[in-house]
């Protein structure tokens, strides 16, 4: 069973410029989320998708968008990099167990480090 | 709005020592809580997770987390400290999202 992977692993880009990261699900996940991780902080909420389709979104502009595949890998993309976007970003897929609640376990990818200049 | 709150920001503790990491949460309903651990450079690992029943649950690694609705905690206890137990550790709670807290480095000396 393959775990959730992210490409690439590093990237330094410019302000103002833009910038597409990747995630593999974990095989026979169809959810993917995505996180933001700033330097000495816990990982915040981005978005979420859910069979291709957007399942929620954390409190971020919509600068941050994203896709879902058929495949349900995925990927964030980030228009207009400010320096504050530098940061790890997390990607996470799971399955949902059922119930309104959406709550199951996720797992994680090694992230991708983004940095800003 | 769900919240976490993690107050000790560095916890230093000897090896072989016992360890317990503080959580508390803010959540209107009942919550499913985690606790993940990160290595430098790594990823998130889930350490276990508290969805519905047994108070005391399990995890992976000879952790331990106790739900206390009461006192809105889900603290991480080991009895004893391994050296590879060093690495920061996150307590976090899902409602519609997953909400994490800031994060409490531990570090074993030994």
């Known amino acids: 069973e393959t775990g959730v992977t992210q490409s690439p692993t590093h990237l330094i880009k410019t302000r103002g410029q833009q910038v597409t990261l990747r995630c593999s699900s974990q095989s026979g996940h169809n959810t993917v989320s995505w996180y933001q991780q700033a330097l000495g902080q816990g990982p915040q909420f981005i978005f979420q998708?859910?069979?291709?389709?957007?399942?929620g979104r954390g409190n971020f502009p919509p600068r941050f968008s994203g896709l879902q595949f058929p495949n349900y890998s995925s990927e964030l993309n980030v228009n207009a990099l400010e320096l504050d976007d530098s940061a790890l970003y997390l990607c996470?897929?799971?399955?949902?167990?059922?119930?309104?609640?959406?709550?199951?376990?996720?797992?994680f990818g090694p992230g991708t480090r983004l940095t800003v200049t | 709005a769900q919240s976490v709150t993690q107050p000790d920001i560095h916890i230093t503790v000897s090896e072989g020592a016992s360890l317990e990491l503080r959580c508390n949460y803010s959540y209107g309903a009942t919550p499913y809580l985690f606790w993940y651990v990160q290595s430098p450079g790594q990823g998130l690992q889930l350490l276990l997770k508290y969805f519905s029943g047994d108070t005391l649950v399990q995890g992976i690694k000879g952790f331990e987390a106790e739900f206390k609705r009461s006192q809105s905690s889900f603290n991480l206890r080991k009895p004893s400290v391994h050296w590879s137990d060093a690495a920061e550790y996150f307590c976090?709670?899902?409602?519609?999202?997953?909400?994490f807290g800031a994060g409490t480095i531990l570090r074993v000396k030994s």
């Open positions: 998708y859910y069979r291709e389709e957007e399942n």
């Open positions: 996470a897929s799971s399955f949902p167990t059922g119930g309104e609640q959406i709550s199951y376990e996720q797992y």
């Open positions: 976090a709670v899902e409602g519609n999202k997953l909400v």
